[in-house]
C-alpha cells in the first residue's frame, strides 16, 4: 500500500516554523495599519516584503530561527515607534 502523503510534504517541525513565519508577516501588516503617511506606509510595506522574500527560500531551521527572532525584535521597535509618535 502506497502512502498518499507527497513526497514533498512538510514535516510537523517544518509545518509549525512556516506558521510561526506567517504569523510574523501578518502582524507587520496589522502594525503598519497604525503608521499614519501613506508614503510612509507603503515604504515600509515594501521592506517588510523584500525582508521575507530574501529568505524565501532558506532551509536551515537555526538560521529560520534566528530570522524569526530577529523579525520579532525589529516588529517590537516599529510597534514602540508607533506608540511613541501617536503621544
Known amino acids: 500500500m502506497s502512502s498518499k502523503i507527497p513526497k514533498n510534504a512538510m514535516s510537523l517541525k517544518q509545518f509549525m516554523v512556516h506558521q510561526e513565519v506567517l504569523k510574523l508577516y501578518r502582524n507587520f501588516f496589522r502594525s503598519l495599519r497604525e503608521v499614519e503617511s501613506p508614503s510612509d506606509r507603503q515604504q515600509l510595506q515594501k521592506w517588510v516584503q523584500a525582508d521575507f522574500r530574501k529568505y524565501k527560500h532558506e532551509t536551515d531551521e537555526v538560521t529560520i ?18 506608540a511613541l509618535s501617536r503621544s
Open 65 to 82: 530561527r534566528n530570522l524569526i527572532v530577529n523579525g520579532e525584535r525589529a516588529l517590537k521597535e516599529l510597534r514602540q515607534s508607533l
